[in-house]
């Protein structure tokens, strides 16, 4: 029998406000998607919110990853993102500090979803803000959707359905 390695949610993460911030205490599945204050997909974080207030009774926890690496579209500080994503959007979601998600910087966490392929076989970076990766309450990352597909499109919805049974 081989020995399983450690799961997305061992790897350790900081809060947005730098505290400590455990995956492994959320027990259910997770959504985690890199977001961006200023990009023309940024509206997603409404509808993150929502799949946030819908399934969070029933295990998901969606979890907010600010990035500046596409086009400069997350320059705030710490603070300037949280105060957008609650008085823009109502975010009530927990968002992790802002991290590279390709490249030399690119975060522990980071590299280990982007080894799992979209729906089309692609893996490796990635392409823009509000790229989504849905984990299993194991750790195991069960599927990959691309920044344009919106955070309630069919099947997201089907897949975070799966994983909150």
């Not at 975060?107 to 392929?117: D, F, K, Q, V």
Request: charged content about 20%; proline content about 8%.
């Amino acid at each position: 029998m081989t020995q399983k390695s450690p799961g997305i949610k061992d790897i350790p993460v900081r809060a947005l406000d730098g505290s400590d911030f455990s995956l492994a205490d959320r027990p259910g599945p997770l959504l985690i998607v890199n977001v961006a204050s200023r990009c023309g997909l940024t509206p997603q974080y409404g509808v993150l919110e929502d799949l946030a207030k819908s399934y969070g009774p029933r295990g998901l926890t969606v979890v907010g990853v600010p990035c500046n690496q596409f086009m400069g579209q997350e320059p705030g500080t710490s603070e300037e993102i949280a105060e957008f994503c609650s008085v823009t959007y109502g975010v009530t979601f927990p968002l992790l500090e802002k991290t590279d998600v390709n490249g030399a910087e690119r975060h522990p966490l980071y590299a280990a979803l982007t080894e799992t392929a979209d729906s089309d076989g692609v893996a490796g970076d990635v392409q823009w803000n509000f790229e989504k990766f849905l984990v299993s309450a194991d750790g195991d990352v069960l599927a990959r959707f691309r920044p344009r597909t919106a955070p309630d499109a069919p099947e997201v919805i089907a897949a975070i359905e799966a994983a909150v049974q």
